[in-house]
């Protein structure tokens, strides 16, 4: 019903940025709350941020916060993470999720329905 493709990855040094997007389908793609995960190896999967279908509300883990700005484009059904001031903990897969239903705890991805399949970020230092 819903697809999700990330896009924006790849290798970046210490104190870089990158933008990440993802693209979705489906015809209620603002009715939808959207979030990024990411995963490295040898480590649980981690809230990165989330946002409401508005935009009038989004939330950036504690650990990316004044790093990371997560932001929305309803017109063309995609949403962005803006990377900045990278360090090589940034390292894993991060993946961009919906949430079809409205949930309000934005940091458990339980509460996602569909998911991407998610795009590698490597940070060197």
């Known amino acids: 019903q819903v697809q999700l493709v990330e896009s924006g990855g790849g290798l970046v040094q210490a104190g870089g940025s990158l933008r990440l997007s993802c693209a979705a389908s489906g015809r209620t793609f603002s009715n939808y709350a959207m979030g990024w995960f990411r995963q490295a190896p040898g480590k649980d999967r981690q809230f990165v941020a989330a946002?409401?279908?508005?935009?009038?509300?989004?939330y950036v883990a504690t650990a990316m916060r004044g790093r990371f700005t997560i932001s929305r484009d309803n017109a063309k059904k995609m949403v962005f993470l803006q990377m900045n001031s990278l360090k090589p903990e940034d390292t894993a897969v991060y993946v961009c999720?919906?949430?079809?239903?409205?949930?309000?705890?934005?940091?458990?991805?339980?509460?996602?329905?569909?998911w991407g399949q998610g795009t590698q970020v490597t940070v060197s230092s």
């Open positions: 999720a919906a949430d079809l239903y409205g949930s309000t705890q934005y940091d458990d991805s339980r509460n996602y329905d569909y």
């Open positions: 946002i409401s279908g508005s935009a009038s509300v989004s």
